[in-house]
């Protein structure tokens, strides 16, 4: 039976650890427990020594993605769990995860539904990538952006060098599987409030949100997204070339600016696909080495 190794990162989430960490332990008895302490102020490393499950102090905080990033270089398990510190997700659902897991895939994604999502603006947020990631892909994305996961770890550290420090490691893990045609599965599951206050800021983080779009996009098939913007640009210039024929007889700067920009940004996508196919090519490499 593969070693199971299940990695929190945690933030000044004592008072959730207390109580998800003895749950933790009893439903997966023979799993390695790593919480990743990211600068926690509170009293997280000392609930981590009491419970008897390994905790990695970092000096100050470095983002979620870094703590998950250091998780998984220290995990020895070759199957990794991810499970967020605060409280959020049913140890209970674990079993089901690695189950699906052993069906063959390579990860599998706990899949949150409506009435588990942080509000209303994040729900809509969170069908907006679904959509767009299942676009792209061209397969159904339940839930791009959950950080309740199980994976094959050394599948997962193939990708280690594209994740981000900060929030969004999910939705580049799951853009990197879909990309090098790794298996990835979807399990519903219920998450509950969770503990504490939420270290997400609307403001700052709405930017960071809107940006996971475009990085859905350059994860995977950049020419998807620059293609029809650059054809929106030829249209409109030729829209434009005609309403100016037939009323000044001529071809104005509109038009030509709106078809160079079409020719630029073709181009800009053509060579950011092959910058993305490069990223990938030394991973592929290595594999067939093995």
């Known amino acids: 039976m593969s070693r199971i190794s299940i990695i929190l990162p945690a933030k000044n989430e004592a008072a959730a650890l207390k109580d998800l960490l003895p749950r933790l332990t009893a439903a997966q008895p023979g799993a390695e427990i790593i919480v990743v302490d990211d600068g926690s102020t509170d009293d997280t490393r000392a609930v981590c020594l009491a419970a008897g499950v390994q905790c990695l102090s970092s000096p100050y905080s470095m983002g979620n993605g870094a703590a998950i990033k250091r998780g998984a270089r220290a995990a020895s398990g070759e199957i990794l769990v991810f499970m967020d510190g605060d409280g959020q997700h049913d140890p209970a659902d674990v079993a089901r995860l690695l189950a699906r897991l052993d069906q063959g895939y390579d990860m599998v994604v706990g899949a949150r539904d409506w009435e588990s999502q942080a509000g209303v603006g994040r729900g809509v947020a969170n069908t907006v990538y679904n959509w767009l990631a ?51 599965a979807y399990e519903p599951i219920k998450a509950g409030q969770r503990v504490g206050k939420s270290h997400i800021k609307p403001l700052k983080d709405g930017v960071r949100f809107l940006l996971i779009i475009f990085k859905i996009a350059t994860l995977y098939s950049p020419l998807k997204l620059f293609f029809p913007a650059s054809a929106l640009f030829f249209a409109l210039g030729c829209v434009n070339y005609a309403r100016t024929f037939l009323i000044e007889g001529r071809l104005t700067n509109g038009s030509a600016l709106m078809w160079s920009a079409a020719v630029i940004i073709f181009l800009i996508g053509l060579v950011s696909e092959q910058i993305t196919a490069l990223t990938y090519r030394p991973v592929e490499s290595s594999e067939m080495r093995k």
């Open 134 to 184: 299942s676009r792209m892909t061209g397969q159904v994305v339940a839930d791009l952006t959950s950080g309740f996961r199980v994976t094959r770890a050394a599948r997962f550290r193939e990708f280690l060098h594209l994740l981000p420090n900060g929030f969004s490691y999910p939705t580049t893990s799951t853009m990197a599987f879909f990309r090098s045609a790794y298996g990835v």
